[in-house]
């Protein structure tokens, strides 16, 4: 087994990271080793890299690209001293690029229910497209974690879904009324009963997160929204209307699965600038 294969074992065993974060992590690991080699050196004769010069001669334009690759870089580091092949971290002096703060695409909520009222609801299909939409937005799930959904994830008695989000870590989310009748419906027209997964395609097989995606850009198209949207979109909306109605960070923070409330914070962001507009509009110093 390779470095880089004992590498992707740790990250999906022992740090328990998304099959996409894995993926994307060995990927720029792969290519920093092929880079180290065509210099003769291996992974442990890195003292002397520049690594800004490899971001940049691999094309990482953006802060975040750039960002991405280096933080696999110090994710493949810190596992090689922790695993006694080297004695001093290299990549300790990276410094990292100064992002940017996200600010997501928001729908409001008279463009999230014209959405939902562009799906036809007449078919399997159509309640199935309604069900996934409304436990984007009613639940703030992930599409992963929404196309995942399981009939046996679902508690309408006790009214929560159960979810598993990133490192496979499970949370309970509130299932509100709208949410629960469109799984209802969906699970009820299915013509896949002896299915576990509840978001199937016509083969019965599970939903993809690509399919997903066509399906909210469909439906927004329909609605007349014009918007740069995607699956996401329903989640960042879901955080910042619960903020805006005046919730608890703390309870968005669970609800979105977020490890650290700073991630879940950008939704104070947004609405702050709603207010600084508001306030350099009004403001008499600010008027002339």
Sequence with gaps: MTELDEFRSYLQYDCRKSPNTVASYSSDVKSFLEWLSEQGRDATEAESVDFEVYVKEHGFVSPRSQSRALSAIRS??????????????????????????????????????????????????????????????????????????????????????????????????????????????????????????????RYGKPLSRVSAFKKVREYALLAGVNKEISPHSFRHSFATHLVENGADLRYVQMMLGHESILTTEIYTHLRSNEWNDTILVHHPRNRR
């Design 76 to 201: 493949f580091y810190a596992w090689m001293r922790r695993e006694g092949r080297i004695a001093r971290d290299p990549s300790e002096r990276i410094d990292m690029p100064k992002l940017n703060i996200y600010h997501p695409t928001v729908l409001s909520v008279d463009e999230v229910e014209s959405i939902m009222n562009a799906v036809d609801c007449t078919d399997w299909t159509g309640k199935r497209d309604r069900a996934l939409l409304e436990v984007l937005y009613g639940c703030g799930l992930r599409v992963s974690e929404a196309v995942g959904l399981r009939h046996s994830d679902i508690y309408f008695k006790d009214k929560y879904i159960k979810v598993f989000g990133k490192g496979s870590k499970s949370r309970l989310v509130p299932l509100g009324d709208m949410a629960a009748a469109a799984l209802r419906a969906c699970r009820d027209s299915s013509p896949f009963p002896s299915s576990d997964y509840i978001f199937l395609n």
